[in-house]
T-cell receptor
C-alpha cells in the first residue's frame, strides 16, 4: 500500500530564516505531487504541483520554491521566511490524477 | 475564476440524526467531485468521490451530485460525535492539469 510522509511535523522559525520541508511517497511510482498551505481559518491554497522529476508548476508567486529531485520526493523551500508564511503545509499525491491523498502535514510558525 | 462554495457553519446536529452538507461550484464543465473530512489539527482525509449524476452510498455516507444545478451534497446518516469535523468539498474540471478547487469547508458538530 501507498504511504505519504512529511517532516518535520512542527516547526518554529524566526522571520528571515530558511525553510526546507520534505515529502516522500512510498509504494508507487511517478505520482503527481502537490504542496498546499492552509492558513488559520482559511481554505487550502495550492502552492506547487509536479507531474514528474524536475517538473514543477507554481500556482502562487511568492517567496517559496519547490523541487522534485527524485521520483517520490517533493521539497518545499524558502530562503527567507515571512510572518505570512505561517500555516499548515500539506503534501498530497494522486494515483489517478483525480482523488488526492494527503500527508500528515507540517505546522509552521514564523516568529 | 473557478469557485467552490460551502456554508462555513457550524452545522450542529444531534447524535443519530442525518447531517446534510452542501457545496456549489461555478464551472459547469467540472467532472469529478470529492468530499474530504478534516479533524481539527489533522490533514484532510478522502471519504467520498462521485463522478456522475445521482447518489453514491458508502456506509453511512451518501454523496449526491446534480450537474444541472451545479451542486454536490454529502449526507451522513446516524451521525456520531466522532463525525464532528470540517468537511471539504473539492471539484476537478477536465482541463488536463487535474488541479482540484477546494471549498473552505463546513464545520459539523454532532452533539450527544
Amino acid at each position: 500500500s501507498q504511504t505519504i510522509h512529511q517532516w518535520p511535523a512542527t516547526l518554529v522559525q524566526p522571520v528571515g530564516s530558511p525553510l526546507s520541508l520534505e515529502c516522500t511517497v512510498e509504494g508507487t511510482s511517478n505520482p503527481n505531487l502537490y504542496w498546499y498551505r492552509q492558513a488559520a481559518g482559511r481554505g487550502l491554497q495550492l502552492l506547487f504541483y509536479s507531474v514528474g522529476i524536475g517538473q514543477i508548476s507554481s500556482e502562487v508567486p511568492q517567496n517559496l520554491s519547490a523541487s522534485r529531485p527524485q521520483d517520490r520526493q517533493f521539497i518545499l523551500s524558502s530562503k527567507k521566511l515571512l510572518l505570512s508564511d505561517s500555516g499548515f503545509y500539506l503534501c498530497a499525491w494522486t494515483p489517478t490524477g483525480r482523488e488526492q491523498y494527503f500527508g500528515p502535514g507540517t505546522r509552521l510558525t514564523v516568529t | 475564476q473557478k469557485e467552490v462554495e460551502q456554508n462555513s457553519g457550524p452545522l450542529s446536529v444531534p447524535e443519530g440524526a442525518i447531517a446534510s452538507l452542501n457545496c456549489t461550484y461555478s464551472d459547469r464543465v467540472s467532472q469529478s467531485f470529492f468530499w474530504y473530512r478534516q479533524y481539527s489539527g489533522k490533514s484532510p482525509e478522502l471519504i467520498m468521490s462521485i463522478y456522475s449524476n445521482g447518489d453514491k452510498e458508502d456506509g453511512r455516507f451518501t454523496a449526491q451530485l446534480n450537474k444541472a444545478s451545479q451542486y454536490v451534497s454529502l449526507l451522513i446518516r446516524d451521525s456520531q460525535p466522532s463525525d464532528s469535523a470540517t468537511y471539504l468539498c473539492a471539484v476537478i474540471d477536465p482541463g488536463g492539469s487535474y488541479i482540484p478547487t477546494f471549498g473552505r469547508g463546513t464545520s459539523l458538530i454532532v452533539h450527544p
